[in-house]
């Protein structure tokens, strides 16, 4: 729920109270039969920042270690009643000095589906609807620099979690490569994206897409502010992970967005095409159908308490006061699963006017570079993935649920990743396979698609280092690479173990996101050459402790794959006649 108006006032202090000021420290706490750490900040002790002027109004946060940290700064107004659903609106402006030294409320949503390594980087912050607020670490406000900004867009799918993570920090990332970083909250699942523009008349016709509208509005103020904080409004990289690389692509498709930034990587995720406008305005029927709700009473549904309408979206199909179908839910960090409603952007005619990837890259991002890559084994990051040996057996009816092929065809699949693999186990088969007709796959069309337009450089990684925790049965899970190119790997020993390896990889890949920041291009000189991909060649890094290039790796594999998958999709459109 949102804090109370009093713990919103904005206080001006001296600079006793100024470093008297802070959380409670770091505290256990139990995840889900795991010792986490429930990470709350402390700032007390910590020196204030320089005052930085903003359109809104002055903020002040703290310094620690040369670099200048600024928490839950307001890029725009709070979400609650009649701002909810539509599109955002700027913060009213401030007098004094506002003292930037918490992160601010994440977007409410339903409970987490993390697996324990990473739900120990989550800080939990209070969910509220006044949260449309941003975070920046600069190695050094004011005087005129103009580093590269980076900024972050957090993972989730679009249902989930908030930028605050403990790995998202951009303390280390802004002090050791001279960057400014930027991470940020905005609405999620329904209250980001639920479609009222075929419901609602004149009044919601621009409801659409809240929750991009939000990251939108979020760049507006980079533009605006960030030179301040020694940051260079021309030189903005959009860099997420999962969702937030599904985020990173349906910017790429937006007119509204174009101009605001200059680069973009898609970790572990893409938006190849969205949902269309008839299947979202279902969708919003049966929301309304689970409150009770008739469509001309949409005001009422701005009224409703957030619990009331995150329940109805969770509710099994058939559940609540009116019933309604529920679409299965999608992927991404801890989604919520079940026949509850899912909600993600919308091909509405207007803010995202096209899919961004479907059949061709949009041509509004088109001079923009990307760097996009994927970990070997995403899949062990969701929970009801098997981590233990299995007989070829269940390795073939399993693949078949995936692939959805006759028996023959997954035997043949499975022989051809034998053959590229000649002595792996059946797990570590089972796991990369899933890995690769998953978000892989999602990941290489999204690289195809946008170096044949041949208007700006594409950068491919697969990131098959493997962790050590849980006796190395994630192996490479989906997000194990964000501590590193945060260079965070200390903040995240519950998913990278304390091996020293971790330095070097960090250190390394740290660097080439950094490099791709400042000039569209990742290579340094503590990696080998890394060569732009194109379809033909296909040149991907291969980033483990020994980083190497390879052209089309386990390309065998990738074409059977196609193959299949292709000839799925003929057979399924024959039986539908």
């Keep these: 729920m949102p804090r109370r108006d009093d713990e919103e006032t904005l206080r001006t202090i001296d600079r006793r109270t100024f470093l008297s000021h802070g959380s409670a420290g770091a505290a256990g706490l139990l995840v889900g039969g795991h010792w986490g750490r429930l990470w709350a900040q402390d700032t007390r002790g910590l020196a204030p920042s320089a005052v930085i002027k903003t359109t809104s109004g002055s903020v002040r946060g703290v310094v620690q270690d040369r670099v200048s940290a600024f928490y839950g700064i307001p890029y725009g107004a709070s979400t609650a009643g009649a701002g909810r659903f539509m599109p955002p609106s700027r913060p009213q402006p401030w007098t004094g000095v506002r003292d930037c030294l918490t992160y601010g409320p994440r977007s409410p949503q339903g409970p987490s589906g993390l697996i324990p390594e990473d739900a120990a980087e989550d800080r939990r912050e209070p969910a509220g609807e006044d949260c449309l607020r941003l975070n920046v670490w600069t190695p050094g406000p004011g005087g005129g620099a103009r580093r590269p900004v980076m900024v972050w867009l957090h993972g989730g799918g679009f249902a ?123 969708n919003a029927e049966a929301l309304l159908a689970r409150l009770n709700l008739k469509p001309t009473q949409l005001d009422e549904l701005q009224r409703l308490p957030v619990d009331q309408i995150l329940a109805a979206m969770a509710a099994p199909a058939g559940a609540g006061p009116g019933g309604g179908a529920g679409r299965g839910a999608g992927r991404g960090r801890g989604g919520p699963g079940g026949a509850g409603l899912t909600f993600g952007p919308v091909i509405d005619g207007t803010v995202i006017p096209a899919d961004p990837f479907d059949p061709v890259a949009s041509p509004l991002s088109a001079p923009v570079p990307l760097m996009v890559g994927s970990t070997e084994t995403e899949v062990t990051f969701n929970r009801n993935t098997p981590l233990d040996e299995m007989d070829d057996q269940t390795l073939h009816e399993r693949v078949k649920q995936i692939v959805a092929a006759d028996d023959a065809s997954v035997d043949a699949l499975i022989a051809t990743y034998r053959k590229g693999r000649p002595g792996v186990s059946t797990i570590d088969l089972y796991l990369i396979l899933a890995s690769d007709a998953s978000f892989r796959e999602g990941v290489l069309t999204l690289a195809e698609r946008k170096a044949e337009q041949r208007q700006a450089r594409v950068y491919m990684y697969y990131f098959t280092w493997r962790s050590p925790v849980r006796d190395g049965k994630l192996k490479a899970f989906h997000t194990l690479d964000i501590p590193f190119a945060f260079e965070n790997v200390d903040l995240a020993t519950a998913m990278t173990g304390a091996h020293q390896s971790r330095y070097l990889l960090a250190d390394r890949m740290s660097a080439a996101f950094a490099a791709f920041a400042r000039t569209g291009n990742p290579n340094h000189p503590g990696i080998p050459a890394w060569p732009a991909f194109d379809p033909a060649t296909r040149a991907t890094m291969l980033i483990d402790n020994e980083w190497k290039v390879v052209n089309d790796p386990n390309g065998a594999e990738r074409l059977a794959l196609k193959a299949l998958r292709e000839r799925t999709r003929q057979n399924q459109a024959a039986a539908r006649g």
């Excluded at 802004?174 to 479609?195: E, K, P, Q, S």
């Excluded at 008349?201 to 990251?215: C, F, H, I, R, S």
């Design 160 to 282: 989930q979690a908030s930028g605050s993570f403990v790995i998202y920090d951009g303390a280390n990332l802004a002090r050791r490569r001279d960057v400014v970083v930027v991470t940020l909250n905005h609405r999620l699942n329904v209250f980001g994206f639920l479609y009222l523009a075929e419901l609602g008349g004149a009044k919601y016709a621009k409801a659409a897409n809240a929750g991009m509208q939000d990251v939108v509005l979020a760049l507006e103020w980079v533009r605006d502010n960030i030179a301040a904080f020694g940051g260079d409004p021309a030189n903005v990289t959009v860099f997420g992970q999962s969702g937030g690389g599904g985020k990173v692509c349906a910017l790429m498709g937006m007119p509204s967005a174009k101009g605001l930034f200059h680069r973009a990587i898609a970790m572990s995720g893409s938006l190849i095409s969205g949902t269309r406008p008839d299947a979202a305005t279902r």
